[in-house]
């Protein structure tokens, strides 16, 4: 749906909607990482919920630090268009 949201930037005609898209982009990341680490925090065993949530935190900061670099790299790789490509096909795989 994120997506769905940074598309209607193109067809932006004022700050005021820029700045209602911004605020959508914002949510969204905000209630995901909350969701999901809830989600998580119920999904595991009791018994072992602090090394999970630990292995957990460790990947989502590793991807916070690996993602933006491979997605420079695979910019200069294949171009814009490319890498819109690339994140559309692991967005159905996501699905």
Known sequence: MINLFMCFNNWVNGVLILILLRLLHGIGPAVSTISIGTAVADIILE???GEEMGL???AMTISMAVG???GIWLLHIYSFHGLIFIAIF???IAL
Request: hydrophobic share 40%; charged share 15%.
């Open 68 to 70: 933006p670099i491979l």
């Open 56 to 58: 957990y935190g460790l």
């Open 47 to 49: 018994t072992r919920r």
């Open 90 to 92: 692991f967005s159905i």
